[in-house]
């Protein structure tokens, strides 16, 4: 009888530890990475989609997680806008970290570089900046890449149709920078322009750190451009702001968003007063709830005073919105596994009233961007500060 009981509570313990174990295991965090430029001349896009995320991630934790209960938690990696680093830094978060999902940042040429990375190890990524068609339009199947940003082609249609609508330009010149961000851009623009009759008066090309984009812009000046569509990030696009004050050159300018991820007021002072560009979001103006929200949020934990002192907007918008529907489509796929919460992102099913909209099924099979030209507005530098066109 003594030997029974002692069988008995050895067999209860182990079927206890194994309970427990089970119990533990199905409380573990459930982890989210970032591949972002946190450092350099960057760093300011990777701080803003670092701010978004965490945001959401407290507010969804805050209200018992996922999966019944499990906390995200965030795992950031700085990949320096490196393709190389990118890579590395990809197979890391899946394979060492063991991360639910990968959420990416400001530089296009690292998207592209790990896209094969998702399709292989089935991860998915969610990008909540970089730009590049192709990033999302990959034409991978299944496809494992997903975004809740902005879409050059999108983007293209949008600053063509601002440019002769609203500013009533007819010679446009592109001065873009020499990677497949730029090229993805000067397949649009003059894929755009085109459809509007009008033909682009010359293309320019820099590459990072370049020092002086006299020649190119004095190329197009000499072309007759009555507009500079510019495809830049801040570094650079600080310099094509110098050079074209150094030749007294007033033309207008329009710009893509990636003068927004970085230094370019500080680095560009007053030059940068009447620089116009697009956002997927602004702070400023009357708020949803979600926006009082964030303002509230990034206020609490970053010291944020005002609208104008959100550091590139459009990053924490992204991730914002972005973080909470991953979270749904992990509850609805009821797991982490990459194939399973790829195939719910792809059917999420009711509605997300979000900060930059409400999304209703924002992703198929056949579309893997929540975001098109008629959610973007037209923004402005104004003293250092991002304000919109309409209240500058």
Do not use: C
Not at 101 to 113: D, P, S
Not at 148 to 169: E, G, I, M, P, Q
Request: net charge positive.
């Amino acid at each position: 009888m003594r030997r029974f009981s002692v069988m008995l509570s050895i067999v209860l313990a182990v079927a206890w530890s194994g309970t427990g174990t089970a119990l533990a295991q199905s409380k573990e965090p459930v982890k989210i990475g970032l591949s972002a430029a946190v450092s350099g001349g960057s760093a300011a896009s990777g701080e803003a989609i670092k701010r978004g995320l965490q945001i959401a991630i407290d507010e969804i934790n805050g209200k018992g997680g996922v999966l019944g209960g499990r906390k995200l938690e965030l795992v950031i990696r700085d990949d320096e806008g490196n393709p190389q680093k990118g890579v590395t830094i990809a197979r890391e978060l899946v394979e060492r970290e063991k991360v639910a999902m990968v959420f990416g940042g400001l530089h296009t040429t690292v998207a592209l570089a790990q896209v094969p990375v998702w399709q292989e190890l089935k991860v998915p990524y969610m990008g909540a900046w970089a730009a590049g068609t192709n990033v999302a339009r990959n034409g991978q199947t299944p496809n494992y890449v997903f975004r809740v940003s902005a879409n050059d082609d999108y983007v293209d249609r949008f600053l063509s149709r601002y440019a002769t609508d609203t500013l009533k330009r007819s010679k446009p010149g592109l001065l873009l920078e020499n990677t497949p961000w730029g090229q993805s851009n000067e397949t649009g623009l003059t894929k755009w322009f085109g459809e509007k009759g009008i033909k682009t008066v010359g293309v320019e090309r820099f590459n990072w750190n370049d020092p002086d984009m006299s020649p190119q812009l004095l190329r197009l000046k000499n072309a007759g451009a009555d507009l500079i569509v510019l495809v830049a990030n801040a570094p650079e696009g600080a310099q094509v702001l110098r050079s074209k004050a150094k030749l007294g050159w007033d033309a207008a300018m329009i710009s893509h968003w990636g003068i927004s991820g970085g230094r370019f007021a500080e680095l560009t002072g007053d030059l940068s007063d009447g620089v116009t560009f697009l956002q997927t979001y602004t702070f400023f103006g009357k708020q949803n709830e979600r926006g009082q929200y964030v303002l509230k949020m990034l206020q609490e934990k970053y010291g944020v005073k005002e609208p104008g002192d959100v550091i590139a907007p459009v990053g924490t918008a992204n991730a914002y919105d972005g973080m909470h529907l991953a979270a749904m489509a992990i509850d609805q796929a009821g797991s982490t596994d990459g194939p399973k919460v790829r195939e719910a992102l792809e059917n999420l099913k009711g509605e997300y009233r979000g900060l930059i909209k409400t999304y209703k099924r924002p992703f198929t099979v056949e579309q893997h961007d929540a975001l098109t030209d008629n959610d973007y507005v037209m923004v402005v530098w104004k003293g250092g500060k991002i304000v919109p066109i309409s209240m500058k």
